[in-house]
């Protein structure tokens, strides 16, 4: 028996360290063993490690490692038991392992391997449950790392381990996987990764952020050369999500998206949302990381369903009262540019739109708007109503001319008919003086 001990400041060294003497000749002793007291490297570590390889035909090779820390998860004796393991000078293989001691549950997992030291090549297999794979194909030559994932029907609750520990936690579903990445240096890498999720259900401990039945698919392309420039997408096939206050029925849903990203900004060139029920909506934006605030931001729709995308996206965030008490139709059209944080600009056309209280305390029919509001310049607005309600009191069909500047309303004399006979209202004007709005009215 050979025993060494020794610390050992990396697993590159360590690793070198293993194959030299599992590869050594000449030696008459029916086993060898390795000690390695602690390896050590940013985010890693691995503390109590004990090799034993017998030389018996076939060999068998057997790993122990009292303590295991990745990323903050922490894992205690380990073990890898390799009964028919083949040891040469250029490959060790162990084509029917078994690890112990990485799933909380106790179970074994099924594991293969063989690494090829000369070339600094591993291929991993992983079957922790009948049908289920995980396997990756590592190579690091000359500072430089290949690497292939693939998971088949891999379950979510897995990936549990790797999530922050109050975050959120799978508790069913499946996934499939096929990822690549390519690192050359600190200014040159590559990332292709493509998901796809079936019945996934997720929840944080509070209950506040859920989903249940989801099925989807995700895919992300990226690409160093000093800035990082990437493309997403995400498809949403089935299943409803909470996210509090917001709930999202089952529908199909889509995420487009590409930009930069880099020490100093994270950049959204173009993307598109496509929500069932609602329509589309096109934005772009830049967030600057060292001030923690948007460049620029801008979002675009058009033809949005009014009804669906206030009950969604509207109602759930607005005050006690009655925002929270309204009932919408019609479509939308609009648009909202910021720059530095603040709002520049604003646009809402409407088209067939309705409004009307839930209560039935009033409703507005027919509504046909052109609204805008500019932070430098005035703009002219426009809103035509076929019919209104307030109470059991019908009004007839009337129009809204009025002027919105930055630091003043002006509302041209309008006529609204009740009854038999009219409302008239000569004129509104709002001026802004010293922070507050000050009105004058006049009407008959």
Partial sequence: M?????????????????SALLLCQGISAQELQLRVDDIVAPNFRLQGIVARVSLATPAA???????????????????????????????????????????????KISLSFQYWPAQRSLELVL???????????????SGKLAANVQVVNGKAVRINDWL??????????????????????????????????????????????????LDGAFSLQAEQADTWRWRAKVDWRAGEVFWQPFYFAPGVRGLSAQGTFSAQ??????AALTWAGIGTVAFNGAWD???????????????????????????????????RSLALSGSGSGQLRFQQGALQEATL?????????????????????DLAWHRQQARENRLGVSGAKLGKL???????????????????????????????????????????????????
């Fill in 61 to 107: 090779l057997n790993l122990s490692i009292d303590q295991a820390t990745f990323q903050g998860r922490e894992w205690r004796k380990l073990s890898l038991h390799c009964p028919k393991a083949r040891i040469e000078r250029d490959w060790i293989a162990c084509p029917k392992g078994v690890l112990e001691g990485v799933l909380d549950s106790g179970e």
């Fill in 164 to 213: 922050p520990t109050q975050g959120m936690r799978f508790s069913q579903g499946a996934l499939d996987l096929r990822a690549t990445l390519e690192a050359q240096d600190a200014g040159r890498n590559r990332i292709d990764v493509a998901a796809t999720l079936r019945n996934v259900a997720f929840s944080d401990a509070a209950g506040s952020n859920a989903g249940e039945k």
């Fill in 127 to 141: 079957q922790p449950a009948a049908g289920e794979r995980w396997q990756a194909a590592l190579n690091w030559r």
């Fill in 2 to 18: 050979i025993a060494i001990f020794r610390l050992v400041s990396s697993p590159l060294k360590a690793l070198c360290l293993a």
């Fill in 289 to 323: 990381r060292k001030l923690a605030q948007f460049e620029q931001f801008a979002l675009s729709g058009k033809t949005l369903a009014l009804d669906e995308l206030y009950r969604t996206f509207l109602k759930p965030i607005a005050p006690a009262g009655m925002l």
């Fill in 349 to 369: 056309t409407i088209r067939q739109g309705g409004i009307r209280h839930e209560a039935k305390e009033f409703s507005l029919a027919g509504i046909d708007a």
């Fill in 265 to 270: 900004q994270a950049v959204v060139e173009q």
């Fill in 394 to 444: 019908d009004l007839g069909a009337f129009r809204v001319d009025a002027a919105l500047a930055p630091q003043r309303v002006t509302v041209a004399p309008l006529r609204i008919p009740i009854l038999d006979g009219a409302l008239s209202v000569d004129g509104v004007e709002a001026r802004l003086i010293d922070n507050n709005w000050q009105w004058s009215l006049s009407a008959a």
